[in-house]
């Protein structure tokens, strides 16, 4: 997690460099957008997994095997590896995130997967630190980056024309369903043995190229007339 820290500037000056000179707009430019999202998950992952606010070192790593101990008993605690959790946290994330930037601008939804991904995980740490009244690790990206840029750039998508609701729904319950994928296939292969962990890997990294294969029709680059791309780019 700590090497995305350092590709996270790299791709930022990648996509700027990138960047249509004649789209002002930010927010209407997908492949810089995919590029923010997938920064964000980075810094994110290294708030998770490097040192968070409080200073913390790898804060998650605690947390997730306390809870795995929790569950299945004080003997399992640990088998959450170092070496599992990078593969557990870069298999899906950052297969989705890197391909939402190199199929655009040509396809827009591996874009909206990404930002739905970011909106699941935010809202997720928001209501942990709800629950429990503290701060966790991954909160302060959460909070402040994934869901607003989230939103805003679905928002900004469904007002000109290039994505419809049911596109951004998808989006929305592929980032659920990752999730859910993500921990229940921990549990099933890291702890219970119920499967080999090398096919929980490679299961989510296939998770991660299902949008490219969904909603391939919908257009993604923007035109100089917001109104003209609209009505011609509609994919529903």
Do not use: C
Not at 22 to 30: A, G, K, T
Request: no cysteine; glycine share 10%; hydrophobic share 50%.
């Amino acid at each position: 997690m700590k090497i995305g820290a350092y590709i996270a500037p790299v791709l930022m000056f990648l996509a700027f460099h990138r960047r249509r000179v004649h789209e002002p707009r930010i927010l209407s430019d997908v492949t810089l957008m995919a590029s923010l999202l997938t920064a964000a998950y980075l810094h994110h992952q290294v708030e998770e997994h490097w040192f968070d606010l409080m200073g913390r070192p790898y804060p998650l790593y605690d947390f997730l095997n306390t809870l795995i101990a929790d569950v299945a008993g004080e003997d399992r605690y640990g088998v959450l590896t170092p070496s599992a959790i990078f593969y557990v946290n870069a298999g899906m994330v950052w297969t989705v995130g890197f391909v939402s930037i190199l199929v655009s601008p040509k396809y827009v939804f591996p874009a909206i997967a990404m930002a739905g991904l970011t909106i699941v995980n935010g809202v997720a740490h928001a209501l942990n630190g709800l629950a429990y009244q503290s701060y966790n690790s991954g909160l302060a990206t959460g909070l402040l980056i994934f869901i607003p840029v989230g939103i805003l750039f679905y928002r900004r998508l469904l007002r000109d024309g290039m994505a419809s609701r049911t596109m951004l729904g998808a989006g929305l319950l592929w980032g659920l369903l990752g999730h859910v994928f993500l921990f229940a296939g921990l549990f099933a292969a890291n702890v219970y043995g119920m499967f080999p962990v090398s096919l929980y890997y490679a299961g989510l990294i296939i998770w991660g190229l299902v949008p490219i294969a969904l909603f391939r029709r919908g257009a993604s680059t923007f035109q100089d007339n917001p109104t003209e791309a609209s009505s011609r780019h509609r994919p529903y």
